[in-house]
């Protein structure tokens, strides 16, 4: 079988600043034609989606497609609430552990897998502010020792 291309389209950097993310899944997203016209376009926007679960599916709100120029009458609202497919049992193990345990759903990344768009959910725990400082610590610490090694290697 032959390996399906990945191409991403957006990322939430903001979410892994933001969350912990625990478990990440792959969804599909129902979207209309000139969506996936705008979205092929790259003019896609993660940075404030978020997902919740209602009757028994799952959908994303939040998530900004700009309208297609060409799209006219066809343009639906760059910010309506869009479907994600995802298999029922997953859809309820998912609700059980939001509920339970306090976790939230919170796209990471589009990505279009062959001619499909997929959409990359993460199950996120929220960070304090000293777990962000840490992070940022850790990464300055990181970029300080690279550059003192690319300097050493000269």
């Known amino acids: 079988m032959a390996k399906e291309s990945l191409k991403t389209i957006a990322q ?11 478990e990440s899944f792959e969804t599909g997203i129902e979207l209309c034609g000139t969506e996936v ?16 679960i209602e009757n028994g599916e799952i959908w994303v709100k939040g998530m900004h497609i ?5 799209g006219n009458i066809f343009n639906k609202d760059p910010l309506r609430v869009r479907r994600l497919l995802m298999h029922k049992r997953e859809i309820m193990r998912l609700y059980g552990t ?21 959409l990359q959910l993460g199950l996120c725990k929220g960070k304090k502010l000293y777990d962000k400082r840490d ?18 290697n000269r």
């Open 12 to 22: 939430n950097k903001k979410a892994f600043h933001d969350y912990f993310v625990i």
């Open 37 to 52: 016209k705008s979205v092929r376009q790259g003019r896609v926007n993660l940075k404030d989606a978020w997902c919740t």
């Open 66 to 70: 700009s309208p297609y120029e060409q």
């Open 98 to 118: 939001v509920k339970q345990e306090g976790y939230s759903l919170i796209p990471t990344s589009l990505y279009f897998k062959g001619s499909k768009v997929k």
């Open 135 to 152: 992070d940022m610590a850790a990464k300055a610490a990181k970029r300080d020792i690279e550059r003192a090694v690319k300097m050493r």
